[in-house]
Structure formats: C-alpha cells, structure tokens
C-alpha cells in the first residue's frame, strides 16, 4: 500500500492528512501554526509532525508518495508561497523546504484552489474534469479546473469571480479597492451588510431585528421560515451570484459548479435558487450545466493537496 | 528547411497558406468552398490544391510537418468538425481525412480559436501565452489562451463572451435565444441596430441619418468625426465590451486582450475607450492587463492553423 499526506496551511492551524493513494484518509489532525520568529517555524513543525504520523503508522518512507500542501495567496508551478494572508512569509520556497524537511517530493498551490481539487477528487464534483468550485464565506473564491488542472492564471489570479461587477448603486468600496463586486453582496459579510442597511433604513418588519450579533445564518434561516425580508435578501444574494456564475460559464463552458464554504451550509435550498437566476442569465447552449454542493466541508483541502502528489493516468 | 500548410474552412471559400516552421507565410490563395454534393469534395479539393503547391515549389514531401485547419463550430480533440456553420458536415472526421488524403499529419479547431493562436504565434499577441483573442464582426467571439492552450470548454463553449448577459432592457432576442447578451450591443450589428432605434425614436439631429444603408463603419466614423449621437453609441458599445472583458478576465486572468475582426478597423480609438471602460470595471488586480490591435486581419486563421502542426518546445 502507497501513502501520501495533505497539508493545509491556514494562520492559525495547520490541518493534516494521511492517505492512501486510492484516496481515503486515514488520519487527520491538526497543528498550531506558530507564527513567531517571521513562521519558521511551521516547515519545521509540519514536518515533525508527519514523521512521527508515519511512524506511528508503522509505515515504511518509501511507501510515503509525498506530500501536497495549500496555502493562502498566489503558489507558483514550483511551490513558492508568494505572500500568503496570515503568514510572515514572501516568495517562501514551500515545496522545496518542506521536501528538504521531510525527504518526500513536494507540491502545492493556493488554498482555494488545492480544496477545489480535493472536491473534485472526492468530493462533490468527483468524476468531472471541468469544474469551478466556489467556497463562499467572508468573500467568494473559485478554482477554475479545466482538464483535471487548476487554471492559475497570470498573476495568480484566475478564479476571482468574487470580483465580478453587478452593482452600480451601493457606494461602499469592496475589500479590492472596486465598488460593486459580487461579493459585497453574495458572502457572509454581504447577506449581513443588505440585512443591517435594511433594518436601519426601513421600518420594515423582520425577525432580523429581534438579533443582537447578526450572523449569515441567521438571515438564511430567517428566509427559510418565511421572513419576506430576509427572503428579499437572500434572493438578491442568489441573484447576484447565479448572474456571475453565467458570466464564469460563458467563458470557461464547466460541467458543473461546486458550492462550498460558510455558506453553503444553508444546504440544497441555496443551490437551487442560484441556479434558478444561473439559467436566467446564461445563454441557452449553457443553461444544463450542473451545481451540487461540495461535500467535503473543511478537509477539502487537505484531500486536495494530497491529490497533488499522486501521478494521474 | 521544413514547411507546413494552414488552411482555414469558411462557407464560401478555404484560404490556404503555405509556411516555413518559422512562422513566414510563403504564399497564400484561396479555393472556393464547393458545398454541392453534401460538401464531400471540400476536403479532395484542399488536398489537390495543397498537393498542387508542393510542387510548384519544388518542396519534397518528407519536409512538410502537417496540415492545420479550422472551421466554424466545435471541433474536437481530434479534429472532428462538430456541426460547421454553412458547411453541410456533421461529426465530420476532418483531421482523419485530411490526413489520409494529403499523406500528412492533421490538427485542427474551431476557427475563432484558431485565429487566436494565429494572433498568438505572430499576430498582436506574440510572446505572449495568457492571452484572449476578441474577434468582433457580425457577433463577438474569443479564443481563450492559457498556457500557450486553447481552452475548448466542455461543449465546445469556452470563450462564447458574447453572450455575457449586459442589459436587462432590451426586449429583441439575441441570436442565441437570450436576452441582452453583450453581442446585441458591442458588435457591427449591435451597433446598426442601437443606430437605427435612434434614429426611429427619436428626433435627435445626427449625420446618421444621412445614410441608406447604415453600417458600423459609419457609425463609428460619424462618432470619430464629432457626431454626439454617433458617439454615444459608440461608447455604449466599448462601455458593455469593456464591462464584459473586465468579468473575463476576473474568471481567467490573461497577460493580454487582443481586439480582432471587422470592427476593429476603427484602429486605437476602439482599443482605447474598451480598455477605460475596462478599468472602470475590474478589480484592481487586474487593471493592469494590455490591450492590442489584432495584426493578422484575415490571415490570423491560416497562420494559427499552421502553427497547430508545429511542435512547441
């Protein structure tokens, strides 16, 4: 039996993953990620933990294939890690340090991008080969896969449908520096954001009012059980992100979108309604590709940077 | 020396070009595309015709590298030639036959992305590898260039940019079914068409009125000549394009866009107001990406199509 290990790099853990090659975890656990010292120590910690993983496992090094590993910002071809959010890092040479640490051949790319691979390995999308897959939480991501590999795009930034523009009339800059992005209204934050201006702006009645600390959930639920404004709020979410999904597939034709992240929680009901507005706006040679849930939930992205080490056929 | 042939599949005739593997085009004629007899005889004429300029230039067959081509529609990995527009072929092996009929390998495409790889080998996007080529004629189009690779898309639908939904006001259906695809607007048609419902609708004073028969060309050169009417056109239509590369390239990140076809006879004026539109929309991240002219005009096909049968390094 063959062995490999996902490694997902976030600021505050390191979440680890021991596979098989066929594809099932076996372990996972995870690691602080100690940032003193500008995070040299994490390479060093990561590997010391796997060690002692293989050893536990009684399992030989040459049955270990490698080990893959996600990051937050751009990841080069070759692994550098080029400024990760959350991490004292630049232009950190991941693959090669960590494969100098452990012994093991190395490969990485961007979070969102490597839990995207993992979807499609395991998860929701398993089975196709072209695929965005669109973790929705604070903000919207997405890891365009074409032809089983992730597009990376020049500056590292294909995927950032989150930055599609679909509104003229709020006034509030995003997080980018533009004003209008998609995910000023379609994330956590904006579902929160559109119900907060409407309980300030409007005597409408709404359940939202009776919260002291508004959360995305509470407004989804709220729509679920009938509240017309939340429902006007959520379906402006669904509205929006279906517009920029058509937008995706008219230039990269998928077979099918994954929703992820936070979010996503919310279930088939959020799904559906994206996909209802998804078919509005798409032209008509489009309008049958798929959406599913991701399945995978926080562990897409140690499945996908395990994937990364395995030689495809 | 080795050469190789490019020939571009149109409804009413096949531009041929004959290369050397560096790139220099030779020579180039064209056939008449002879439709009669359920098209059967496009590809025997090719051959004969190609066959025909080996010989007059006294090439010997062992240094010819291949044959490219391209024809409208989907083609396949393969070369199959999916459902051609104005060519009587389904599910048409082209490459297969070509091949068995001129003795050389064969690869071909979709003559859109085919025509952007021409741009891309050495056209306006030379030296590039991210690259998205925009023909704007009757519609839009785009060949999406990653990695030095056409992205084709699961139905053979990547880069139908056209069709990005613009405008929710319009009530006429665009050629695809849809309502308020980008194309309806920002093309030769959409131009006329904003035109002449100006001039119907209202008693605004513009030299357009002055013509019979209105085409893009006029429209543009009465906004380039001062016309307030004309030149409102003309920047509703950059304004929909640039909005509709500025999704494009959030979805993809290319290094460069390249603005081809009939339209983009209107020269630098063009590139230059699509590209401010185009800023005003994308994300900081990307605000930086280049905008060319095409160089290629009508030859980009023959010159892409050649250019597929020659090994990159």
Chains 1, 2 share one sequence.
Not at 14 to 19: M, T
Not at 91 to 116: F, I, Q, R, W
């Amino acid at each position: 039996m063959k062995y490999c290990f996902g490694v997902d790099i976030g600021g505050t853990f390191v979440k680890l993953g021991l596979f098989t090659v066929e594809g099932e975890l076996l372990e996972k656990w995870q690691i602080k990620t100690r940032r003193e010292d500008n995070s040299e120590h994490i390479l060093p910690d990561i590997a010391e933990s796997l060690e002692q993983k293989r050893i536990e496992n009684k399992i030989e090094k040459n049955d270990i294939l490698g080990v893959g590993f996600g990051t937050p910002g751009p990841v080069t071809e070759d692994g550098v890690a080029v400024c990760p959010a959350n991490l004292d890092w630049k232009n950190k040479p991941v693959a090669k340090e960590l494969s100098e640490l452990t012994g093991y051949p190395c490969k990485g790319g961007n979070d969102v991008n490597v839990a995207g691979l993992g979807e499609m390995w395991r998860g929701g999308a398993k089975g196709y080969k072209n695929v965005v897959v669109v973790p929705i939480g604070t903000g919207i991501g997405a890891a365009i896969i074409y032809n089983g590999q992730i597009i990376v795009g020049t500056r590292g930034a294909a995927g950032e449908v989150g930055h599609i523009h679909v509104d003229d009339e709020i006034d509030k800059k995003c997080g980018c520096g533009a004003i209008g992005c998609v995910e000023q209204f379609s994330s956590a934050t904006g579902l929160v954001r559109m119900a907060k201006k409407i309980i300030e702006e409007t005597n409408r009645e709404t359940s939202l009012r009776n919260f002291e600390v508004l959360e995305a959930k509470d407004v989804i639920d709220a729509a679920k059980a009938g509240d017309e404004v939340a429902d006007g709020i959520f379906d402006k979410f669904c509205d929006y992100l279906g517009y920029s999904l058509a937008a995706t597939a008219a230039v990269i034709d998928p077979e099918i979108f994954i929703i992820g992240g936070g979010v996503s929680k919310a279930g088939q009901v959020l799904v559906d309604r994206v996909q209802t507005y998804f078919v509005k706006y798409a032209w008509p040679g489009i309008r049958d590709i798929k959406f599913a849930l991701a399945t995978l939930g926080n562990d897409a992205g140690i499945y996908g940077a395990a994937s990364m080490v395995i030689k495809k056929d």
